[in-house]
């Protein structure tokens, strides 16, 4: 329980790509291994989907149906680093890690969410006690470091916050023999991620040197995005471009790491709306003249979906309100306004129930609003979604909705403006964006 809680950390290995990644395939002398997954006899899931890691991107394994209260997959590769199973029909995921060898745990379950794990082997023992501590010490250290200024040296509470600090400060002695992949994700982690007074934080080309040089663990530990995220928060504010551009020299864009850390770059410039950077390193991506990977080739494939003048992706409904419409594109609208939103999001509740006065008006101007939630509670959004008069739809598996990777969504809310044949013609930030472009202002 308490396995992997780092929300900035996930998430392709597409085949041809995988395959090019040779260093992976040199791992261990090893052809497959086995994941083997039980469950309490009343869960009711009978599918689960089994998933590796490529930088913050999930690729899918295989599927499997449970016989016996059992899932077991087959891994056909060599791989080692992150992992998770997913379960669709309750939007619940466990998190485990590989060391190229047979996986088994357990889990307890109490009105279908998944509520503790029983890890059956040590590699995943010692890693979960790896990121119970990592959790304590990215909550839990700052506020002892603040609370051992106020009191005196020889008070009995000083002495018992400071041996806490030093014992979340040590770091763990994993044997890099017996557990290379939990050792390279322990102190890597530690080194570029933790930050503590003891220590000076790394340089930027410390981060870079390590980025460039670090084995094939990189892509699959889930360290690459955050270790970016950390690298740009050193930039100026003014000359982000100047350590991107050294970065991706130093990595090479024509070789599959390169194009990995390019992949999360525009990634990260969408999410955080900084709209130039992303225009600048898609562009390039578009430009290479080597062959393009499969990770990289996608996310400019979705960078192209939501583009101003790109016709918006179609989505079959599976539940909508508020509609007889079985798609998308068969709603009929001089424009339609999208929103990705969930009701978990407080910008979603500042900013939609703005656009519930100035509804009938739009319906007047033959402007309907599609809603896309990513919810994950059928009650919750039924409450919510009684109070909007507009369509909407759900999958309820929340940023696992399949809605998600093809409209590039990275953040709630986010809207789009499309004409009556479905081109994008705004991108707007805000609700107030969105009135001003209807003159309702």
């Known amino acids: 329980m ?32 086995q994941v083997k997954i039980t469950a309490p006899s009343h869960f009711s899931s009978e599918e689960a989907i089994l998933y590796t890691l490529m930088g913050s991107k999930d690729v899918i394994v ?10 077991k997959f087959k891994v056909p590769t060599n ?20 060391e190229n060898k047979d996986v088994e745990f357990g889990f307890d379950v109490e009105k279908n969410k998944i509520t503790q794990v029983y890890y059956q082997d040590a590699a995943n023992e010692l890693m979960d006690k790896v990121q119970d501590i990592e959790q304590k010490k990215e909550i839990i250290l700052p506020a002892l470091y603040q609370i051992n200024e106020y009191y005196k040296k020889s008070s009995d509470f000083k002495t018992a916050v400071n041996t806490e600090i030093n014992r979340l400060s040590t770091q763990l002695n994993i044997d890099p023999l017996k557990y290379p992949f939990v050792s390279y994700y322990n102190l890597n982690y530690n080194k570029f991620l933790v930050k503590e007074v003891s220590k000076p934080e790394p340089s930027t080309a410390d ?18 995005r955050p270790i970016l995220v950390s690298l740009l928060n050193k930039a100026p504010k003014t000359n982000v471009d100047s350590i991107v551009d050294t970065l991706l020299t130093k990595v090479n864009v024509e070789t599959p790491r390169g194009q990995v850390v390019l992949s999360e770059l525009i990634d990260v410039f969408d999410a955080y709306g900084m709209n130039n950077l992303k225009s600048k390193y898609l562009s390039l991506a578009k430009n290479l003249k080597c062959t393009i990977s499969d990770r990289l080739s996608k996310t400019i494939k979705q960078n192209e979906n939501t583009e101003i003048g790109a ?13 007889n419409a079985k798609s998308l594109h068969s709603i009929n609208a001089k424009n339609k306004i999208i929103v990705f939103w969930s009701s978990t999001c407080s910008h979603c509740e500042t900013e939609l129930p703005k656009l519930i006065p100035i509804y009938t008006e739009l319906k007047k101007r033959n402007v309907e609003i599609i809603g896309f939630s990513l919810d994950t509670d059928n009650k919750t959004y039924t409450d919510k979604t009684s109070v909007f ?34 081109k994008i013609i705004d991108k707007p930030d805000h609700v107030q964006d969105v009135l001003q472009y209807f003159n309702l202002k």
């Open 2 to 33: 308490g396995f992997f809680i780092f929300t900035l950390l996930y998430h392709f290995f597409m085949k041809s790509f995988f395959y090019s990644f040779s260093f992976l395939l040199s791992i261990s002398v090893f052809g497959q291994f």
């Open 62 to 71: 295989s599927k499997g149906i449970k016989q016996n209260n059992q899932w």
């Open 79 to 98: 791989y080692v680093g992150m992992m998770k199973v997913y379960f669709p029909e309750i939007n619940g995921t466990i998190n485990f890690i590989s």
């Open 207 to 224: 981060i870079i040197q390590f980025i460039n040089n670090s084995n094939e663990y990189l892509e699959s530990s889930s360290l690459l």
């Open 311 to 323: 016709v918006f992706p179609d989505y079959i409904f599976q539940n909508a309100k508020k509609t």
């Open 389 to 422: 008069p507009w369509v909407d739809t759900t999958e309820l598996k929340g940023w696992n909705s399949n809605f998600v990777e093809t409209y590039n969504v990275h953040a709630t809310p986010t809207f789009f403006i499309l004409d009556e044949k479905n």
